[in-house]
């Protein structure tokens, strides 16, 4: 294997270096997808449906005929669009298609799309498009969806099951027979990322070539899909995306929208504008999370798991989204014997279609309601047994003597702090409830609770069990200019999570360069190579080992010059500050921009046999990745497999119902730490999302399909007064498969939270016996859980 | 101020923006945010809700904190408006804008103006302790940081201890 290290002491690597790409976002110099500005562009209103499901038919003439309307389409004016491909084999086939054909399945699906001189001519006359709906039959939970007679959403489909995968295994029944079982059953709700910039996109047709900006996490993958349903060469296609208002996983799929704005701009030959608003954004960009799981863990006499079984229930929306929504599952599935030595599991699955809102993505992906399971099931193990749940989990956690361990689903787990992480953030947590008791005593509506939760984090996934398709690379071209200064360009992205920071420290110091000198491009299928953008913590670990891979053969160049010019063996040779030079030397040196002059302008000066040039792509594929599940289930799914343990002491009121959190600790171990503050803003965002997630924000639906949460009154996204301080301390165990020990770390914050805050409220509340069985824990749920504490949640 | 009689669909407006007076012929239901990014291509404004609960598009409006998107184009009549690009110095930030990029109290950026916006607009001593920085910050939402720095770095732009 290419040599992956930095090219000598780290100068940057490891320190508080301030990002690069702020200054811009603070004065107003960003550009968002909103932001681009194009002569003669024009705007796109899409009509959507306010039923949830019926048969559609559509009239477009009076909406035609605005003052100001340039076009208005229906599904059956996009001839040339082909259906979005079905690649999961294993999956019922959507055959999803940007307009609704005939039929409506939730609310907010696209139905036409109004292009006027501006948004405001647009949505008149979106008001002006006469759609005519058939009503049917509405199914929203598992027990319509999955009833004998329920109405169908597919009618190509047996039933409204889109995954079907039940798994009995011989070794984990031999397991159960004799041992006492203990079940629980835990539901997630709908909620979802939700970033401050909704989606929006922009396209151009010019020369032949189709421009698309558009807010999104993968450009090259929104560009390969548009080659497969729009009538144009990938090579004709350059798909950019601008600063990204965050992405959580709502922006790696590839929308209705991207493919309507882009055949708008070739079908009328001018740009195309869509933005979306707030609205929409909350029943057209994705849902996530409604799981239930249902678990059993067969234990021994002391507690000790010995066997898990999940049977993961999860709804997916009406389906209607590409990448396909279902792998979330799959994910949860991986992490239903935690961070412990528990030898056997069986999962199996049961995903079904309902009349909302497509679920697909969110940070997470589906290890925190996992997590929600497995941490409360323990807890319950421990109840019932009458053990200790803090001592049953010493003995369950991975010990260091265990590595490399494979769990009983197949992660690969090769390096971390399992023991020392959960030692840590008890010490910490029990510190913080002793203060937390004294200074409430005496309160008598208020109850204090500990809770804690331990996690492993799959890290830089393979993208194929959600596509179908694309796997795991990622891809960094690095050129040396004759100045000298450096240009690298990735394949992955940012959506603010300090990605572009990353690449630039990463490549200085694995070429010996000052920060200053090296540019980032980001984010555009023109200057970028292939790569799967930004997503499931893997920019650092893939999109870093592509930058390593592609600066040890520029070193590798630069040696051979630079002992060529200095009359010295390569061996003698340092690259640091610039230069290249002799070792305990520092005057016998050589600039990189000689270097580069050498290499690009006279080159002359090369040695013999060397040809002209400084640039190098690289594609890294991490090693121990698999893309395929085997007959039991199993497959190492992530490429490196992090760890953390949260704790946290709420207050509750009793006689209100509220929660508040009064202190949050998270130990971290994500193996080195490229960029300390960067890492800790990825923890306390993380954590800050899903403490949302658990309290306060769902996507709540009536019986008939409707959405409750259409705006920021109803859909609470937490402020500064709802997130406490959150206190972090790291370990960092590297991981010995990875380069320079790297894992991610990007969506491990938000594994945490529903745990957590699950078991401190039933600490706080012990006295009446509850259980937490369901997410949100609002305060409505807290008082009824006071009046009947042992009812179980739907 | 401009008098109605009769409903009209167009009307003139004249106002300050960023201490340079502008004029333009508005629609009468043209958002203030829009006219802003649109009209006046500033688009260091940013629409995150569009109804007045984000926060992304606060502006100063005669130096009090508004949002821009429920206001309208022509409501800014007469008055003095303060964007992004209006606290920016010619080169580099200011002490608000240095110590959110010292204290790494952004990501991405999205909702960063609007917060630099409300913390310009306010009064430090009317929010003299962690708790009322909490507050003063409540009306403007970030889903990336968790707040914990964005709190960090108020307290550093306003000269005080940072634990």
């Not at chain 1, 306010?50 to 229906?74: C, I, M, P, T």
Request: net charge negative.
């Amino acid at each position: 294997m290419t040599d992956l290290r930095l090219a000598g002491r780290p100068v940057y690597f490891g320190a508080r270096v301030a990002r690069v790409e702020d200054d811009r976002l603070l004065t107003g110099q960003s550009t968002y997808v909103a932001d681009v500005r194009l002569p003669g562009m024009v705007d796109v209103a899409i009509v959507r449906s306010v039923f949830a499901h019926a048969k559609v038919s559509v009239n477009v003439d009076l909406a035609r005929a605005v003052d100001g309307v340039l076009d208005v389409v229906r599904a059956a004016d996009l001839q040339d669009v082909s259906e979005y491909p079905d690649f999961i084999t294993y999956m019922q086939p959507v055959k999803g298609f940007p307009l609704a054909r005939d039929k409506v399945r939730y609310v907010g699906s696209p139905i036409a799309a109004v292009v006027a001189e501006d948004r405001y001519v647009a949505e008149d006359a979106a008001e002006a498009v006469e759609v005519d709906y058939d009503e049917l039959p509405v199914v929203t939970t598992a027990g319509s969806a999955l009833a004998e007679d329920a109405p169908k959403l597919f009618d190509h489909w047996p039933d409204n099951r889109i995954v079907n995968l039940p798994l009995e295994l011989d070794d984990v029944e031999d397991v159960f027979r004799g041992r006492r079982v203990v079940r629980g059953r835990y539901s997630t709700h709908r909620h979802s990322g939700v970033p401050m910039e909704t989606r929006g996109c922009v396209a151009e047709y010019r020369d032949g070539r189709l421009t698309l900006w558009t807010s999104a996490q993968s450009p090259h993958i929104v560009r390969t899909t548009l080659s497969y349903v729009l009538p144009i060469a990938e090579r004709d296609i350059r798909v950019v995306a601008p600063d990204v208002g965050g992405g959580f996983g709502v922006k790696t799929h590839i929308y209705p929208e991207e493919v309507l704005v882009s055949w708008l701009a070739i079908r009328l030959g001018r740009p195309v504008r869509w933005i979306e608003d707030r609205a929409e954004h909350l029943v057209a960009s994705n849902h996530a999370r409604e799981h239930t799981l249902e678990m059993e863990a067969a234990v021994d006499d002391d507690g000790t798991i010995r066997a898990v079984r999940c049977h993961l229930l999860h709804d997916v929306g009406s389906g209607e989204i590409f990448m396909p929504g279902i792998c979330p599952s799959f994910v949860a599935g991986s992490h239903v014997a935690g961070a412990y030595r528990i030898p056997l599991a069986e999962n199996s699955y049961t995903q079904y279609v309902t009349n909302k809102t497509p679920s697909g993505a969110y940070r997470g992906f589906g290890a925190p309601e996992a997590y929600f399971a497995v941490e409360q099931l323990v807890e319950k193990v421990a109840r019932e047994v009458g053990v200790n749940a803090i001592d049953l989990r010493r003995r369950m956690l991975l010990r260091d003597e265990d590595l490399p361990y494979t769990t009983a689903t197949g992660g690969i787990i090769d390096s971390g702090s399992f023991q020392e992480s959960f030692e840590r953030a008890l010490e910490l947590g029990r510190e913080a409830e002793a203060r937390r008791r004294e200074e409430h005593e005496g309160e008598t509506n208020v109850r204090i609770g500990f809770g804690i939760a331990t996690y492993l984090e799959g890290t830089a996934p393979t993208y194929f069990g959600t596509t179908g398709h694309w796997t795991s690379h990622d891809s960094a071209t690095i050129r040396i200019e004759p100045d000298g200064s450096a240009v690298v360009s990735v394949g992955v992205t940012t959506t603010g999570q300090g990605t572009t920071t990353m690449a630039a420290v990463l490549t200085a110091d694995a070429l010996g360069l000052p920060l200053e000198r090296v540019r980032v491009e980001i984010g555009d299928t023109d200057s970028c190579p292939y790569g799967l953008g930004g997503w499931g913590s893997r920019s650092t670990v893939t999109g870093g080992g592509a930058i390593l891979k592609a600066a040890a053969t520029i070193r590798e160049k630069v040696l051979r010059i630079a002992a060529h010019r200095l009359e010295v063996d390569e061996a003698d040779l340092v690259i640091e500050e610039g230069n290249v030079h002799v070792v305990g030397s520092a005057d016998r040196a050589i600039t990189m921009g000689e270097i580069g002059t050498a290499a690009w302008v006279r080159t002359l000066d090369l040695p013999p046999g060397v040809d002209p040039g400084l640039e190098a792509v690289a594609t890294y594929d991490p090693p121990l990745l698999q893309h395929v599940a085997d007959e039991r289930g199993r497959m190492n799914g992530a490429a490196a497999w992090a760890n953390a343990t949260h704790a946290a002491i709420v207050k509750v009121d009793v006689d209100t119902g509220v929660v508040e959190i009064l202190d949050y600790v998270v130990v971290h171990d994500c193996g080195p730490m490229v960029n300390p503050p960067i890492l800790e803003g990825q923890v306390q965002g993380g954590v800050a999302q899903e403490i949302g997630g658990t309290l306060y924000e769902h996507m709540a639906y009536t019986e008939d399909g409707q959405p409750l949460a259409t705006t920021f009154m109803d859909y609470l996204i937490p402020s500064a007064t709802e997130i406490p301080e959150i206190v972090i301390e790291h370990f960092e165990s590297p991981s010995p498969n990875m380069p320079l020990g790297l894992k991610g770390a990007g969506e491990g914050g938000c594994l945490g939270p529903p745990a957590t805050l699950a078991n401190a409220v039933v600490d706080a509340l012990r006295e009446f016996d509850v259980e937490i069985t369901a997410l949100p824990i609002t305060p409505a749920v807290i008082r009824d859980k006071i009046r009947s504490p042992r009812r179980v949640d739907a | 101020m401009n008098t109605v009689s009769e409903p009209v669909e167009m009307l003139e407006i004249a106002l300050t923006v960023n201490g340079v007076a502008r004029s333009a012929t508005v629609p009468v239901r043209k958002l203030l945010s829009d006219f802003i990014r649109e009209d006046l291509q500033l688009t260091g404004t940013h629409v995150g809700c569009e109804h007045g609960v984000c926060g992304a598009c606060t502006i100063l409006v005669d130096g009090d904190p508004v949002r821009s998107c429920i206001m309208l184009a022509v409501q800014a009549d007469g008055r003095e408006l303060t964007t992004v690009e209006g606290i920016t110095p010619e080169e580099g930030l200011n002490p608000l804008q240095q110590a959110f990029k010292d204290h790494h109290g952004l990501q991405c950026g999205f909702c960063t103006p609007g917060f630099l916006m409300t913390i310009t607009g306010v009064d430090p001593d009317e929010y003299p302790d962690e708790q009322s920085i909490r507050e003063m910050l409540s009306g403007n939402l970030c889903r990336c940081t968790g707040y914990q720095n964005i709190v960090t770095a108020v307290k550093a732009a306003w000269g005080r201890p940072i634990e």
